[in-house]
């Protein structure tokens, strides 16, 4: 999964958030796991969204350079779980706020076979050189704060969840990808030696290699004829 040219992954456009704007962060993409929505804004302040919606007068700057948009990703092989996180449990996790202050302007990378807390306190806005998650980032239940960084790559497992109803007044976790320039994309551990990698990601690359993404939103009743849906696992979305 990579963020790219106007794909977007969206919830319903009922769902609070969905028609904000991102703030201080123009020509960003926008992760918010109260749609489970990921956006992209251009330069001219355009707004693409839609489950696979594609705009076809996109042609700013950053477009024209994404690596994964321009080359043939039929010669990238496959990725699988990394060995080194078989025996991966989170009962005594590390914390992810020290992690941030060793990096510091630097990716912040998250070693394989160890468990993090996100441990940043609470709507504090937190802003990174890169994130690269071998092993696992837990967002624990309900925290509520801003990552901003210019990718994400996911090779171990990023998990964070959601009960509370959605309104105005809840604003969930948030990732915000900047641009940062292009990137370089190197597997790890047992991926290492993939056909095809490294690969360029380009610009504001959201990329699962292998990896698990574990996000869910709220599951609960906000209408007198039942349960609402307010998001849709990527899974569930693909063609059978």
Known sequence: VAGSNGVTMAGPDSVMGVDEEPEDH?????????SMHMERMTDAGRRLRGSNDVHPN????????????SINTAGIGL????TCNAALNCDSPSSFSAAVTAAGTGEVTLACGTCYTYDIEAGATTTIGGLNII????VPTNHKGILVTPYVFIQGELE???????????LSMKIVLVDGGDKMFTP??????????PFNTGTRA???AGGRLNIRGWDGDNSASGADTTWTPVLEMAEK
């Open 58 to 69: 996109v042609n700013d700057a950053a477009s024209a350079r994404r690596g994964l948009s």
């Open 79 to 82: 990725f699988y779980p990394l």
């Open 26 to 34: 123009e020509g960003a993409y926008v992760g918010d796991i109260r």
């Open 135 to 138: 092993g696992k980032l837990l």
């Open 188 to 197: 790890a551990d047992s991926n290492a030696g993939v056909t095809g990698t």
């Open 160 to 170: 964070m969840s959601d009960t509370n109803p959605i309104s105005k007044d809840n």
């Open 206 to 208: 959201f990329l699962v």
